[in-house]
């Protein structure tokens, strides 16, 4: 059996062990400071001597599987055992987080977890309601970093299965054994919990809330912890100065003044099309041959209706001014049909309208086609 050390202590980066038994193309160890793949925390990453481990996984029966990259060691060899210790030491801020944040969701708000997810950038937390304001989240967040201001005590308790039940945590124990491992936040929180984590709230340094989304009719909220919670916070800084220097506001002003440019974005794109149709219609009007082929001076994204005003029987076909690949054919479907089969185009429609792109567009030889 692995001894697992990291319950012994969570803050060891090294130690010597020995392979015993190489199983399913993994390698366990008599002992090992990493933590495999568990309850939403990613297994633990680093090296065994000269072999370097990318993952650490979870047996049936809870003995920590080691990847290895390449050739595996052979049973018996000895070496040591090292962390990549700013991995493991995120995802132990990520997890001690979530205690803290599910802890006061439940406390403060009456709202339980019912999944977490541990990333990279990210630590996502379900939780048990449909619906949450986002004022109550960004309370949330402030209370978070109150409790981390307070550096209240992070500690793991071996506990009989009755006693831990007598103590009523927010969330049942999901374990079948005897003995419960329950995770403390002094005089905050107890939670049955068989990760591993800081020993202390003030470790987690920042809490950030970066929004909400809906999955499986519940809201499932969205967060950044410790250094990605900073610079996600410097990011957006970064952002709104450089938005606020390109509309020459100042931050307090910056949303009326965005909703100011964009409702005259809006005006001129209104006017925009406006004129375009206008161009198109002057150029089907002094058009009156049949077939119309010719080339818009203009982009024709606002030319269907407009050709269909002008249309009156006539087969009309014209090529983007400004896409001179794009194009637009009012008409009878046989004549897309003859068109397809006289040129290299990819496109279709619905009988009168037809569009697409053409990559030999020769507007005489689209003429003869039609003629």
């Given at each position: 059996m692995t001894e697992l050390l990291y319950y012994v202590n969570g803050y060891l980066k090294s130690t010597e062990a020995t392979v015993t038994e190489i199983r399913d193309g993994k390698v366990v160890l008599d002992k090992t400071i990493f933590y495999p793949e568990?309850?939403?925390?990613?297994?633990?990453?680093?090296?065994?001597?000269?072999?370097?481990?990318?993952?650490?996984?979870?047996?049936k029966d809870g003995t920590p599987l080691h990847v290895v990259e390449g050739e595996l060691p052979s049973v018996g060899t000895k070496s040591f055992l090292t962390l990549d210790w700013d991995h493991r030491y995120f995802y132990m801020k990520e997890h001690t987080a979530q205690h803290l944040l599910s802890a006061l969701l439940f406390r403060e708000y009456g709202i339980g977890t019912v999944a977490v997810h541990q990333g990279e950038d990210i630590l996502t937390i379900e939780t048990d309601k449909s619906e949450i304001d986002d004022d109550v989240l960004l309370s949330l967040e402030e209370k978070a970093i109150d409790e981390i201001i307070k550096s209240?005590?992070?500690?793991?308790?071996?506990?009989?299965?009755?006693?831990?039940?007598?103590?009523?945590?927010?969330?049942?124990?999901?374990?079948?054994?005897?003995?419960v491992k329950v995770v403390f936040i002094s005089d905050l929180d107890a939670v049955a919990c068989g990760g591993v984590h800081l020993s202390s709230t003030g470790e987690i340094k920042e809490i950030c809330y970066r929004g909400k989304e809906q999955i499986r009719g519940h809201v499932r909220t969205i967060w950044s912890v410790g250094e990605k919670a900073r610079k996600y916070r410097r990011e957006n800084e970064r952002a709104v100065k450089e938005c606020g220097k390109l509309l020459s506001s100042d931050s307090h002003s910056l949303s009326s003044t965005l909703e100011k440019f964009l409702a005259e974005?809006?005006?001129?794109?209104k006017e925009c099309r406006e004129l375009k149709q206008r161009v198109i219609e002057l150029e089907l009007k002094e058009r009156k041959e049949n077939p119309i082929v010719f080339e818009s001076s203009v982009s024709i994204s606002e030319a269907p209706e407009i050709v269909e005003k002008y249309s009156k029987g006539k087969k009309i076909f014209i090529l983007d001014g400004t896409n001179k690949r794009s194009f637009l054919f009012f008409g009878t479907k046989d004549d897309f049909e003859k068109i397809k089969k006289g040129c290299t185009l990819k496109g279709g429609g619905r009988e009168p309208l037809f569009r697409g792109t053409i990559l030999d567009a020769d507007i005489e030889r689209i003429k003869e086609i039609l003629a």
């Open positions: 568990c309850g939403g925390q990613p297994g633990d990453r680093g090296t065994f001597g000269q072999w370097k481990i990318t993952d650490t996984k979870k047996d209240r005590k992070v500690y793991q308790v071996d506990m009989d299965r009755k006693e831990a039940e007598n103590l009523k945590m927010r969330r049942s124990i999901k374990v079948d054994d005897e003995t974005d809006l005006e001129l794109k």
